[in-house]
């Protein structure tokens, strides 16, 4: 798995760091949160994942913002970032990460096949990126499980760099 080396890194900084994470997906469907348990200790630290497919469910399950959903549509960075901190409360984590984008075969709330955003939300705050992906959807749905995973592993190694008051 392509994936392999970041949640790897991603275990063992969040086992060092007695931390937990939690995943809440749209597009990649569990992917993410599956590249994590396929880590060898992953229970550790993984409490969960949302798979919030629906619009209505990342509404309803977690709790993102229903105004901004139907002023924006799903695929948008303030959906991501909400998603992402809202898997730290739901869950009881330390770390949420998120994703949301469109795979195809069809544009999605008017974005283009292959946009992405994935977020990670955690003690000093959160961080979205937007992607344009090309392939075909599962080129683009194993993209994004990369893109969460390298964003995530950064963001834990600027928490290295400055960890949390109190820690």
Same mark, same amino acid.
């Given at each position: ?68 959903? &139907? ?58 990126? &937007? ?14 499980? $990369? ?19 109190? $820690?």
């Amino acid at each position: 798995m392509t994936d392999a080396p970041a949640a790897a890194d991603v275990v063992a900084v969040l086992k060092r760091r007695a931390e937990t994470l939690a995943c809440a997906e749209s597009l990649t469907g569990g992917l993410v949160c599956a590249a994590v348990t396929d880590v060898p200790g992953a229970s550790a630290v993984l409490r969960g994942g949302v798979v919030s497919y629906a619009t209505d469910v990342k509404a309803s399950v977690l709790g993102v913002d229903h105004h901004l959903l &139907e002023r924006v549509g799903a695929v948008d960075a303030g959906v991501a970032r909400q998603m992402a901190r809202s898997a730290c409360r739901v869950l009881g984590s330390d770390w949420g990460v998120a994703t949301t984008g469109v795979a195809g075969p069809d544009p999605q709330d008017g974005a283009a096949v292959g946009t992405v955003y994935v977020a990670v939300a955690g003690p000093g705050g959160s961080r979205v990126h &937007e992607h344009h992906f090309d392939g075909d959807r599962p080129a683009i749905r194993a993209a994004a499980v $990369r893109a969460a995973l390298e964003l995530l592993r950064d963001a834990l190694a600027d928490a290295e760099e400055s960890p949390a008051p109190g $820690r």
